[in-house]
């Protein structure tokens, strides 16, 4: 079992930075595969990015440049830095972890409860 705990959202103007911190349970966190997903609302829930057990990463092509995830296995936390943020990035990010993961949130077997990203333009 593994629980996910996100912070770090808030309100930020257009062109600003946050960073999301999502810290996880487990003494397994670095054998996991880990996730973002972002939901705006009315829309389905997003795939953002992830970062492999190995480190690799990878983006969704409307983030690709501004936003960078990365992962601490000592503190059993995953980031995202988000750059040059826009109005079409407010939204709902979850963070995710499953043994196997991929950019379906289908792959995932757990989630936080996700924290709130807002951008004013």
């Known amino acids: 079992q593994v629980q996910l705990v996100e912070s770090g959202g808030g309100l930020v103007q257009a062109g600003g930075s946050l960073r999301l911190s999502c810290a996880a349970s487990?003494?397994?966190?670095?054998?996991?595969?880990m996730g973002w997903f972002r939901q705006a609302p009315g829309k389905d829930r997003e795939f953002v990015a992830r970062?492999?057990?190995?480190?690799?990463?990878y983006y969704a092509d409307s983030v690709k440049g501004r936003f960078t995830i990365s992962r601490d296995n000592a503190k059993n936390t995953v980031y995202l830095q988000m750059n040059s943020l826009k109005s079409e990035d407010t939204a709902v990010y979850y963070c995710?972890?499953?043994?196997?993961?991929?950019?379906?949130?289908?792959?995932?077997?757990?989630w936080g409860q996700g924290t709130q990203v807002t951008v004013s333009s």
């Open positions: 995710a972890a499953n043994e196997a993961g991929g950019s379906s949130r289908l792959t995932y077997a757990y």
């Open positions: 970062i492999d057990w190995g480190r690799s990463t």
């Open positions: 487990g003494r397994t966190f670095s054998s996991y595969d």
